[in-house]
Structure formats: C-alpha cells, structure tokens
C-alpha cells in the first residue's frame, strides 16, 4: 500500500511540474500571436 501511495504521489507531482511548463510555453506563445497580430 505505501509503494503505490508512494507511486501515485510521484506521478502527481510530475504532472503539476508538466502543467506548470505547459502554462508558461502557453503563456509566452500568447504572446507571440498577440506581438504578431499588432505588428500586422
């Protein structure tokens, strides 16, 4: 029981730091459209 809760807390963990990169490439791809779309 405590290796899969031990697993589970991993995987959790990664995903918030995936999430986390996801958010800024998102965030600094927003960006680029909306400097694209005002330069045009």
Do not use: A, G, Y
Not at 2 to 18: K, Q
């Amino acid at each position: 029981m405590s290796r899969l809760t031990r697993w589970i807390v991993l995987i959790i963990f990664l995903f918030i730091l995936d999430l986390e990169r996801l958010m800024n490439t998102l965030d600094t791809i927003f960006t680029h459209l909306k400097q694209w779309l005002s330069s045009n």
